[in-house]
């Protein structure tokens, strides 16, 4: 959200809705409970905290003052930062000049603007269908499937978990656009409605007793933790904690300064009996298959648990530039679903995040530029 937009949900939004949480527990509370800061003995002893320090004489001063104001105790606490100060504590350049909200320790605010909650999710749904009063464009099928210009902002945006700001500052060339940006013009203001509520709607699907739906494996766990499709399981998260461990280092190659093909050369030198080929992201499939002609490696364009992915499209995040041309993407799939497909990635700016590496999602079709190499044959 922008500055303007965080300020406004924390007035229209949070502020009243923890004004009615502290009145709830105010009328619930037991008057003498004094571990319950909304309870009559409890909010005295709360105002009091600030006045005992950990040198007795300085206490007894302080209640002296105390003593001589009781009502200090009752008086509203002045903040550290008004709102706009604390959107603004960040000195990060990128999100400055695109006006993100970010807290103080320079995480965006994410969220949507306070006058989105009382869109009528009927309405949101018809204007997707294209069978609103306001457009006729089909933005999905009648499936939920993205279509056209919806598509489009799934990959580049919803599915893009690259932070905001250039990736390439000498061709202007974002790894994130401020297109994405609730606002930005480039999207209508239903997308973002309406993807939140088909994310919610699918998370509430999700219950403990759905053990044989697509929301949890077997053992009843979130699938986020273990992809499994026909072709294979991988374990995506303990990957990262296994990837994690190494500092974002492998050999010679390091995330803060190679980037994607570092966890490319990992995973292979590490779990596969495969010589690694070098190469930037776009080509690091190909090499691989060239350096390694007796293993019956082959090329395709088709997703697989247990492949490596090549990519130069943009859907792949594939964006930085090497000379003229793109250096490409490079990461392990780790689920197939449909056209949906989970990955393992990382890229120059998680080399000083561990665990040094995300999961994504990718909506692939057949038109997109990008190889696949299969790896599953060739595992320590």
Not at 143 to 167: K, V
Request: overall charge negative; aromatic content about 10%; charged content about 20%.
């Amino acid at each position: 959200m922008t500055k303007d937009q965080a300020i406004a949900y924390d007035q229209e939004i949070t502020q009243p809705y923890l004004a009615q949480v502290r009145e709830d527990e105010r009328e619930n509370a037991d008057a003498f409970d004094i571990t319950n800061p909304y309870s009559l003995v409890g909010s005295v002893m709360t105002g009091a905290l600030p006045y005992f320090s950990n040198n007795l004489l300085q206490t007894v001063a302080n209640f002296g003052s105390l003593a001589l104001n009781p009502f200090k105790i009752f008086a509203p606490k002045a903040s550290a930062y008004s709102p706009e100060q604390y959107y603004s504590v960040c000195g990060y350049d990128d999100y400055a000049k695109m006006n993100i909200a970010t807290d103080p320790f320079c995480n965006p605010v994410y969220g949507l603007p306070a006058d989105f909650a009382n869109r009528d999710p009927d309405d949101v749904l018809l204007f997707m269908l294209g069978k609103s009063s306001d457009n006729s464009t089909p933005y999905i099928d009648n499936d939920g499937n993205p279509l056209g210009l919806y598509q489009e902002f799934r990959d580049n945006c919803s599915n893009n978990i690259n932070p905001y700001g250039l990736e390439n500052e000498d061709t202007g060339e974002y790894i994130k656009s401020p297109d994405c940006m609730v606002g930005s013009g480039k999207y209508p203001d239903n997308f973002y409605i309406y993807t939140v509520d088909d994310a919610v709607s699918e998370s509430m699907s999700c219950t403990m007793d759905d053990v044989d739906s697509d929301c949890y494996g077997a053992s009843g766990t979130s699938s986020s933790a273990s992809t499994s499709t026909s072709a294979g399981t991988l374990d995506a998260q303990g990957l990262m904690d296994e990837f994690a461990t190494t500092g974002g280092n492998y050999g010679a190659y390091h995330v803060s300064s190679n980037g994607c093909t570092t966890l490319a050369a990992w995973y292979v030198g590490t779990k596969t009996d495969l010589k690694y080929g070098n190469g930037n992201g776009g080509d690091v499939v190909t090499k691989l298959v060239a350096a390694n002609t007796d293993a019956g490696l082959s090329v395709s364009h088709t997703p697989q648990v247990g492949a490596l992915f090549s990519s130069r499209d943009a859907a792949w995040h594939a964006s930085s530039m090497c000379g003229d041309t793109k250096c490409g993407h490079v990461g392990l799939v780790v689920g197939v679903d449909g056209n949906k497909v989970t990955i393992l990635e990382t890229y120059s700016r998680l080399g000083d995040s561990s665990p040094y590496v995300r999961q994504s999602q990718i909506t692939w079709n057949a038109g997109q530029q990008v190889d696949f190499v299969y790896l599953g044959d060739h595992l320590k």
